[in-house]
């Protein structure tokens, strides 16, 4: 079925990146609209593949292959075209690719869906053979070859990349030296008690976690290969790889190449990130962007970030984008609630609405732990009507449908904890938690909630809460 | 690499070594008597006769003696072939009890210790490898470096024991006699069970009741803190234990017939052959609750307890050939082809084998109760086809020697009857499903690598779509490797189970239906 495309016919969209967003964006547009001719062009990888899951082709738990989720005839059936080739610069003004082997390609409208590249800080002896951030299937073939039997490995930077290298690392029996400038891991984004529960889950596989520590140098060997660390406090810790895992941001250098001098062309409006507004327009018609490499003119919700860098907003934005090229009517994008995940070592995280590191004047939070220390719980709510207004779970997987629905229709903080045995989304025979976190709350706020008790039945039938 | 965990894998390897040598040791002395009592009665004088030639003779080697039988054996029956003598053939297999019979070699006057240096040498090695394993360690997904393990990835290690299996696999079904030595060492076990000497299907039982029992034990070890994958280890532990290797040889003790309980038709294919049924009707209260309990099961509880919670409740909890997959087998489980077109040749495969299994049931039965006056013989030919390509072939030797190469649930997959009839009953009408978090899931793909029906969940997973499929057998592995928290196996209201549109949440700007 053709649906209610605009200008359909001989439209030639490009789209440079063949991550989540541009990917999901073709499939989308072609869902909706047969005739429009497709390109994902990408250097990285002849197809799409899973970008979270590269730390699992290093640890041996996949293969490349495993990691694509269509099989490679999917783009052939579906009339998506793709090209494997590193875009050299853009002409906006002719519609027109050039590649780095100089062969070019016209489009009619493009999307950039470029993504990210790992942060550095100019520190000094950054660019040393054996030093590297993790972001790219380059990056880990890269890292393949810098790890090759080597003996100590040092990991820089407490966020989710940098405990993902960690664990890829020590799955190789590499020791780790793993520096965190916060006092807590990740404590800009999780409470203490929540970064405090993984701080202890890390030592606990034996990384030797280095809280408020800052990278100072890192030394050379004299043959140009990385030797050791030296930290701001002046301790020299010696390795044979660095990994630098400071954050990412937008892969847009390329973009305005060739542009800049000639104030005759039209460049690219570029921030941190490619600037577009709420329908992820750029300045220059015909040209859109999506992902991580976009940047928002103005936040899309005020818990939201101008630049999101997550998998599910990418897809997200290439969603909404393939309604609006395809669409008489253009929506802009209106992300619903917050959610997102990770897992650090063995503790998965997964977290809906908005939960804060440290929590404000007009807010409260109920926090619960497993006595075991491997599973929390912490429900974020407004102190003057007691709604829910976000959560964090560790080590206990939660429902995403009930807390959408929760926050977004403002349940009360006694109601969700009264039935939360409804969102638990723990395997079967699992241990259940529901008691527990009654039995601390009725003590914190002086309740007599009680555990709704299940008929013999409905267990036996292993019905649903 | 752990001391007893290094010493354990060197006595595992010799003793599997020497009970693959094993065979080819000792000699053969074939006498009069013997053949007298191996031989059944309307064959005595015949063989008798034809063996006469081999009285008193030493034969230094299983080959030699089972190579001079087999001369004077097929002499005997070509002449009768080519005179088309048909009555006088014999079609029985005698190399068998008479190689077992003329046995002399060390092992039938010292089986105790040859089963001591293989089959409890290798349990002992295995469970030295295995205790140690991830000690220290805390809980969570112990999959690291399989890709690079030459025995997981259908490396060298990987092929040479893919062949080890299959060549087993043949000599037990087709050349038992040449396991005769390996049959005498599990001969007093067997008396004691049951008071008979062993077959090689005694031998075989034995064999993988240990498998499942040493190989759960590592399951315990590798899924610590997994409390699903715990208990239905443990389930498919008991089952084969009792169900499918104790109970029957008491069974055989009382002088009943063979008889697993929890084996259902068509898997258990031979159910409704006349030697079953007679045999179940001349047995009295206990055989005749054989019988109904046998149907009850095909009736009602495969309809019932699927519908409940899907085909799990007897695949991946009950079934012995889904207990050795799920045990002995889930090093190999990520070597699942999850191609659409390996999807399309199952349903073909399956689902004829299902029609194959009723349709010569069906003519079993009919020709049962005429008499065996429709169709005479017939129904042998089918039960010999059957039995040898379903039962013997692709069951067994494809089913578990392939365990290396194309994954541990090859038979369970493609070929199992039983499989299809309950995942016609877990596809139409039944309350399990796989539920899907939500937008939780980033495609990273360990689901369907890891799903040993070779699924491709992700597939559903990153749509927002449940998981109902009839070949999915509830292992639980998928559940267990997301590192979202994505997957859920459960048992609902039927209401929303399949979802053909579903809708990712997330996104409020429009209703994308994937």
């Keep these: 079925m053709i649906g209610p495309s605009t200008n359909s016919t001989d439209r030639h969209v490009v789209i440079i990146g063949n991550g989540i967003s541009g990917v999901t964006c073709a499939r989308n547009i072609r869902k909706k609209d047969f005739q429009t001719r497709i390109t994902i062009i990408s250097g990285e990888t002849a197809h799409f593949f899973s970008r979270t899951a590269l730390m699992y082709i290093y640890m041996g738990h996949m293969k490349y292959e495993h990691t694509k989720p269509y099989e490679d005839w999917f783009w052939e059936k579906n009339r998506i075209e793709l090209k494997q080739a590193w875009v050299d610069r853009v002409d906006f003004e002719e519609k027109n690719l050039i590649f780095s082997d100089k062969s070019q390609m016209q489009y009619d409208v493009l999307v950039l869906a470029t993504g990210s590249k790992p942060n550095k800080y100019g520190w000094k002896g950054q660019e040393l053979n054996g030093v590297q951030g993790l972001y790219s299937m380059q990056d880990l073939e890269l890292m393949e070859k810098n790890t090759h039997e080597i003996q100590k490995a040092v990991v820089v930077g407490g966020g989710l990349i940098g405990i993902e290298m960690a664990e890829m690392l020590m799955s190789r029996d590499i020791p780790v030296t793993f520096l965190v400038r916060e006092k807590n891991f990740w404590d800009n984004i999780l409470p203490v008690e929540e970064s405090k529960l993984i701080n202890r889950h890390i030592l606990e596989h034996h990384i030797d976690l280095r809280l408020e520590t800052e990278l100072e140098e890192i030394i050379d060997d004299g043959n140009g290969k990385v030797k050791a660390v030296k930290t701001k406090s002046g301790e020299v810790i010696s390795c044979e790889f660095v990994g630098l895992t400071v954050g990412v941001s937008p892969n847009i250098d390329f973009l305005n190449k060739g542009n800049e001098s000639n104030s005759e062309k039209p460049t690219l409006e570029l921030s941190r990130g490619i600037l577009i507004d709420a329908y992820f327009k750029t300045n220059i018609p015909d040209v859109y962007a999506i992902g991580d490499c976009a940047e928002f003119k103005n936040a899309p919700a005020p818990d939201r970030k101008s630049i999101e860098q997550v998998w599910y907003t990418g897809r997200m934005h290439g969603e909404t984008l393939a309604h609006n090229l395809t669409s008489r009517k253009s929506v802009s994008y209106k992300p619903g609630i917050w959610f997102n995940s990770a897992k650090f070592l063995d503790i998965e995280y997964q977290t809906y609405g908005f939960v804060p590191a440290n929590i404000g004047d007009n807010e409260d939070s109920f926090y619960w732990e497993a006595s075991n220390g491997k599973a929390c719980l912490r429900l974020f709510f407004s102190k003057s009507d007691q709604k829910l207004l976000g959560i964090n779970a560790f080590g206990w997987r939660l429902r995403h449908e009930y807390f959408d629905k929760a926050i977004s229709k403002g349940y009360s903080l006694e109601k969700v904890i009264s039935e939360i045995d409804k969102a638990n989304f723990n395997p079967e025979f699992y241990k259940p938690f529901h008691e527990e976190v009654l039995k601390k709350y009725n003590m914190e706020f002086g309740k007599t909630l009680k555990l709704q008790k299940q008929s013999f039945f409905k267990k036996l039938i292993g019905s649903r809460a | ?514």
């Design chain 2, 1 to 514: 690499m752990n001391i007893i965990l290094r010493i354990g894998l060197i006595l595992f390897v010799l003793g599997l070594a020497i009970f693959s040598v094993l065979p080819f040791i000792g000699s053969y002395q074939l006498e009069q008597e013997m053949v007298e009592n191996e031989v059944k009665d309307i064959h005595l004088d015949a063989m008798v006769e034809v063996l006469r030639p081999m009285y008193g003779q030493y034969y230094e080697s299983n080959f030699a003696f089972i190579s001079d039988f087999n001369e004077n054996f097929d002499n005997y029956n070509e002449k009768l072939k080519a005179n088309e003598d048909w009555d006088k053939v014999i079609w029985d297999d005698y190399a068998y009890p008479l190689t077992k019979a003329a046995s002399t070699g060390p092992v039938s006057q010292n089986p105790y210790f040859y089963l001591a240096i293989t089959v409890c040498l290798g349990v002992l090695g295995g469970l030295m490898y295995i205790f140690p394993l991830h000690r220290n360690e805390p809980e969570g997904i112990k999959n690291d470096g399989i890709y690079f393990s030459s025995m997981k990835a259908r490396g060298l290690l990987g092929i040479i024991t893919g062949t080890w299996l299959i060549v087993f696999y043949i000599i037990l079904y087709w050349f038992p006699a040449y396991l005769t030595n390996l049959i005498l060492m599990v001969d007093p076990l067997s008396i004691a069970l049951s008071g008979n000497p062993a077959s090689q299907w005694f031998l075989y039982g034995f064999i993988y009741t240990l498998a499942i029992v040493v190989m759960g034990i590592r399951m315990f070890r590798k899924y610590k803190g997994n409390a699903y994958q715990t208990i239905r280890t443990a389930s498919v532990m008991f089952f084969q234990l009792a169900f499918a290797f104790l109970l029957p040889e008491i069974l055989v003790l009382l002088n009943m017939p063979w008889h697993d309980f929890k084996n259902i038709w068509p898997l258990d294919y031979s159910f409704f052959y006349d030697y079953r049924i007679d045999g179940m009707l001349s047995s009295g209260a206990l055989g005749m609750f054989m019988l109904v309990w046998g149907i009850i099961l095909i009736v009602l509880g495969v309809p019932i307890f699927t519908y409940f919670y899907g085909k799990r409740w007897y695949c991946s909890w009950v079934c012995g050939c889904g207990g050795l997959a799920e045990t002995l087998g889930d090093p190999y489980r990520q070597l699942s082809d999850k191609s659409l077109k390996s999807w399309q040749i199952e349903r073909y495969m399956i689902h004829g084998v299902l029609v194959f299994a009723v349709l010569m049931t069906a003519v079993t039965i009919a020709n049962y109760f005429s008499g065996f006056a429709i169709l005479g013989n017939a129904t042998d030919q089918l039960h010999s086809v059957y039995g040898f390509l379903i039962g013997s072939a692709f069951a067994g030797v494809i089913g578990t020697g392939f365990y290396p190469l194309m994954g541990n649930r090859v038979w369970c997959r493609f070929g199992c009857p039983l499989a299809a009839y309950l995942g016609l009953v877990q596809r139409f009408k039944s309350r399990f499903r796989i539920t899907t978090n939500g937008g939780q899931c980033i495609s990273c793909g360990n689901c369907s690598t890891y799903c040993e029906m070779g699924i491709d969940v992700r597939w559903y997973a990153q749509r927002g779509q449940n998981i109902v499929r009839s070949s999915c057998v509830g292992c639980g592995v998928c559940s267990a490797v997301c590192p979202r928290g994505v997957l859920k196996l459960e048992n609902a209201d039927e209401e929303g189970r399949i979802n053909e549109m579903p809708i990712i949440i997330g996104n409020k700007s429009i209703t994308v239906k994937s």
